[in-house]
């Protein structure tokens, strides 16, 4: 079997990775994940507004125990009128709506259940006068528990999130962690003890939107780690891809 070196794409995807977690994790409040294989999301996909760009970034994952999809979307639309649509769409009894909104960060959020589904549209502003989305769908009767830790990680830090994706014959572990301490010393932390647990660095640290990126390599398995200030610490985002 042919070891696949990581590249600058591979920093990129985790830093894309970082950003989509962050985003959706104030959002992901249920307990619990873990899964080495992904089954589908038996629920309807989401309609769009006429003339809205679509781009999956996660077709099938699971995300603290519960099956999910995010359709990244890009419109013309002002984020107000994109959520208008999800607001006249989702309507029930005459006068009272049937979705709750919520703001989480630069994200305004229009959510949904119906059934054992359930639907979040998370908007912004894209900077050119339109708006930029993630639209998620959520398998509610479905759970697969929770996943430890399963990577190296500072002695303070807490577990947010647990996402669990498959990308071919590869699976791939994403923990959304908070710690204590500043950015620079999780970083340090890294740079100094990783590799008495047997990974390696691929490259230097870079510097991205997301924060930090390290990347770190173990046989066949590889790490991205996304290091960002949170409020009175760091947000750590661990990112484990093996075969």
Not at 25 to 47: E, F, M, N, R, Y
Not at 143 to 168: C, I, K, N, Q, Y
Not at 180 to 196: D, E
């Amino acid at each position: 079997m042919q070891r696949t070196a990581p590249t600058s794409q591979s920093a990129g995807n985790t830093s894309r990775v970082a950003a989509c977690l962050v985003a959706i994790c104030g959002l992901v409040i249920w307990h619990g994940a873990s899964a080495t294989a992904v089954p589908q999301v038996d629920c309807q996909p989401l309609p769009t507004p006429s003339r809205t760009a679509q781009q999956v970034i996660a077709p099938r994952i699971i995300i603290n125990g519960r099956l999910m999809n995010i359709v990244a979307a890009s419109s013309a639309l002002s984020p107000q009128d994109f959520a208008a649509y999800y607001k006249k769409l989702w309507q029930g009894q005459p006068g009272r709506p049937a979705y709750v909104e919520n703001t989480i960060g630069p994200w305004d959020v229009v959510a949904h259940k119906q059934g054992q589904c359930f639907y979040t549209v998370q908007i912004r502003p894209d900077g050119k006068g339109g708006a930029g989305a993630l639209l998620g769908i959520s398998a509610l009767d479905q759970d697969f528990g929770m996943g430890a830790v399963d990577f190296p990680a500072p002695a303070d830090a807490e577990p947010l999130t647990h996402m669990v994706s498959r990308d071919g014959s590869r699976s791939g572990n994403t923990w959304l962690l908070y710690s204590n301490a500043m950015p620079t010393a999780v970083v340090a932390w890294y740079t100094q003890n990783l590799h008495a647990f047997g990974w390696n660095p691929d490259m230097p640290p870079g510097r991205s939107p997301a924060g930090t990126i390290l990347m770190y390599s173990k046989g066949y398995d590889h790490a991205g780690i996304v290091v960002a200030p949170l409020k009175n610490g760091a947000a750590i985002t661990l990112t484990v891809m093996s075969q």
